[in-house]
């Protein structure tokens, strides 16, 4: 009896995550790589679709963003271009693609509510996505590792 409650109890601990992560939005960025460039954007890819925001150090170096204005919608961009801007009580902010597309969608709930960039600057405030041109400038961005490193060792 012992040893099928055990059994039972680890099958319903290996669905949980699987149960957690089936209600997550198609794009999220939780669990998926991300990849960041020196200006403090990142860049998470599914398939072909990139989905761009900026850092946890960028929002906390910003403080309390109030305006947000992003590309819109068919809008191609190239990496490096600027594409947007950020307004806080303290600085102002362009935002720079970290790869090249065409702008699929914005997130009008950040334009609208710029404080979601701090409550939630991977997840709810992230700021548009992009149709990729291609993945090759991917390998010019840091990963989680080698942005950390930058960090430490530039700021």
Known sequence: MTSSII???????KCRPITACSRHHQYSTENKARYY?????????NGDIGTVGISQYA???LGEVVFVQLPDV????????ECGALESVKAASEIFSPISGT???????AESTPSLINKSCYEDGWLFRL???GTEELKKLMDQTAYDKYLQESH
């Open 131 to 133: 149709k990729l041109v």
């Open 74 to 81: 068919g809008k191609e961009v190239s990496a490096g271009e």
């Open 59 to 61: 929002q906390e170096a």
């Open 103 to 109: 702008v699929t969608e914005k997130n009008d709930k």
């Open 37 to 45: 460039t020196k200006k403090h954007e990142w860049v998470a890819v």
């Open 7 to 13: 059994r039972i109890a680890a099958r319903i601990t």
